[in-house]
């Protein structure tokens, strides 16, 4: 998706990335918090970068407007000279480029000189304040500036000079201590006719080789929340990264790892948006190392607690399965998780501070219960009779409750609902309570606004998820409540052109909607793209049919759905689906 802006630009920022690393900059061209810069995950490359010519900084008061999509392009202008700067960082290259267009709109030739500063601040991503130690090398028309950590490669085809003042500078980005250090300045000059433009570009690389890209599936949604869904797929290949491993990070800027519960969320939706090798890849990655909590993008393995890893894997791993086929190691990693799996009797054990609201405490928690029901389900495991009888003991008073044995009001019930694993009658109270004390403007509160722990703005106890929304919209329309299950797909939609247009967010106060957590979640894109196709627009992959039972009342086409080597064109109108192409699958409408 591409965005023009003209206002609002202080407080919007873009996250360009390929699968090596991303800028995190903002629209009015400031990197203002210690997340900004250039990244390769896990490690922090550029604090900043500044250009300026003939004197004058192209900064918010040189700024005319700015585009932003797959590239960030501001567009400035000063008396005599229109300067278009766009940054980008292209497919199978280790860095990001910056490419200046100067055109001379004055009736006289004009000298140029383009001075570029880059505050240099390599560092690993835990360390919050870098170590220094700076090494500089000048070779023909490149600068190497590296430490112990990494290095920053500047170079250009252009002849630059080299203005060598290193200066170690502190500043304080929202307040926050930050050291960079500037190697100095790179000099470019150029003399324009008039009515004539000039191009500069200039190369930042992190490394010499060039990263594995990332290829590019077409699909598209055409009426209904189709910004939101198209904006959603390029999300999630804006968080795929090709690092040691091959992972999705959970989200821009700060989550640079891959947490296996964000992971397999998110798959469900890039499965739907037909990245089937990326998937597999994931999931090979998680099976090979024994379905850790957390895969580093350096490589290392943290076994942290996470009671919802097995029970995720295993649905995420179905559904490739369906939609494409799996390996042997993703089988074989299938019947790994599947021995994970403690009981109690009929109920699920699990740590207490492992569900995914891990500030807290919880247990024994229905939403541990209702995956590892679906994933007995698959696996035909024996003991989803016990599963089920365990679940049943979370129903109170034709209610769910969200923990065995604590009175605690969350929204975890709706997990129960998406999996249809209770009655309907018990599914229809729970769905009027979920519309009711759990419904915000801005999403699915996690706490109920009756609950006497609420707090709007509380990370586990009141806040609104891109997670939980999501799940709230999937539960009502599992149950054929379309009308409230597509007002939730809205209420997360308002907030694709704010903080960081074209993404999605991961929590935000309930009462204000301001931002508490990273600006691009990636469960939030994920799961928006499979509430989609496969609740909204009700495609269901089964093992020999696809079988498609959309609402009434509904006008959307949608394109390049993939399943097992076919593709899928279809319109949605009325109630009916009209296939627009000729797939070799066998079709149930």
């Known amino acids: ?115 570029l500063e880059t505050g240099i601040d390599i560092r690993r991503r835990t360390d919050d304040l870098g170590t220094g ?27 630059f000079d080299f ?29 324009i006719e008039p009515g004539e433009t000039e191009r500069i570009e200039i190369t930042l690389k992190t490394s010499e080789k060039d990263p594995e890209g990332l290829e590019k599936i077409e699909q598209s949604l055409e009426g209904r929340l189709d910004r939101t869904f198209n904006s959603s797929v390029d999300s999630v290949n804006n968080l795929i990264y090709r690092r040691k491993e091959t992972g999705v990070i959970a989200g821009h800027p700060w989550f640079q790892n891959y947490w296996a519960r ?39 393995v943290e076994r942290v607690d996470r009671a919802d890893t097995a029970p995720l894997y295993i649905i995420a791993s179905e559904k490739l399965r369906l939609h494409n086929g799996i390996s042997r190691k993703i089988e074989q990693g299938m019947h790994k998780a599947m021995e994970q799996l403690a009981l109690d009797g009929d109920i699920v054990k699990h740590s207490p501070s492992g569900t995914w609201m891990d500030t807290l405490e919880r247990g024994p ?7 590892w029901l679906e994933a007995a389900e698959i696996m035909d495991d024996k003991r989803k009779r016990k599963l089920e009888k ?48 759990f419904c915000s403007r801005y999403g699915a509160r996690t706490r109920s606004v009756t609950d006497l722990g609420y707090d709007s703005s509380g990370y586990h106890t009141g806040s609104c998820w891109g997670l939980t929304t ?44 301001e931002s508490l957590g990273c600006s691009e979640q990636a469960w939030s894109a994920g799961l928006f793209i499979h509430a989609i196709d496969s609740y909204l627009l009700g495609i269901n992959v089964e ?20 399943v097992r080597g076919e593709k899928l064109d279809l319109r949605f109108s009325e109630g009916e689906v009209e296939v627009l192409n000729d797939p070799d699958l066998e079709l149930r409408l």
């Open 1 to 115: 998706m591409k965005y023009t802006f003209q206002e609002d630009l202080s407080e919007r920022k873009g996250v360009i990335s390929n699968t090596h690393g991303f800028l995190n900059r903002y629209l009015d061209t400031g990197f203002k918090t210690k997340w900004s810069g250039y990244w390769t995950p896990p490690k922090k490359i550029l604090d900043y970068y500044g250009i300026k010519i003939n004197g004058i900084w192209l900064n918010e008061n040189s700024l005319d407007g700015v585009e932003y999509g797959d590239l960030l392009k501001y567009h400035h202008s000063t008396d005599t000279l229109d300067i278009e700067e766009k940054v980008v960082t292209p497919v199978e290259f280790p860095g990001f480029k910056i490419i200046l267009n100067i055109t001379n709109n004055s009736e006289t030739k004009k000298a140029v000189q383009t001075v």
């Open 262 to 300: 964000d992971s397999f969320w998110t798959l469900l939706g890039i499965i739907d948006a037909g990245q089937f090798d990326i998937a597999e890849e994931v999931l090979e990655t998680f099976a090979e190392k024994d379905l850790p909590g957390k895969i580093k993008t350096d490589g290392e």
């Open 133 to 159: 130690n700076y090494s500089i090398e000048e070779k023909e028309s490149i600068l190497k500036i590296s430490n112990d950590i990494g290095r920053l490669t500047v170079g250009s085809k252009e002849e």
């Open 163 to 191: 203005n060598r003042k290193e200066v170690d500078r502190t500043h304080f980005p929202s307040g926050e201590r930050q050291n960079c250090f500037i190697p100095g300045e790179t000099v470019f000059r150029k003399e």
């Open 390 to 437: 365990g679940l049943k003991k979370f129903e109170q008073d034709n209610l769910l409750k969200d923990e065995l044995e604590n009175e605690a009001d969350a929204v975890n019930p709706v997990v129960t609902l998406m999996f249809n694993q209770v009655e309907k009658e018990i599914a229809r109270n729970q769905l009027e309570k979920i519309n009711g004390e």
């Open 365 to 371: 928690a229905i939403d541990i219960q209702s995956l």
């Open 470 to 513: 999501c799940w709230a919209a999937m539960a009502n329309m599992r149950y054929g409540n379309y009308k409230h299950g597509i007002s939730f797909l809205e209420k997360l939609e308002q907030f694709l052109d704010r903080n960081q247009p074209g993404a999605l967010p991961e929590v935000v106060d309930a009462e204000n909607g």
């Open 543 to 562: 093992e020999d049919f696809v079988e498609i039972n959309p609402p009434p009342d509904l006008e959307i086409t949608r394109r390049g759905k993939m």
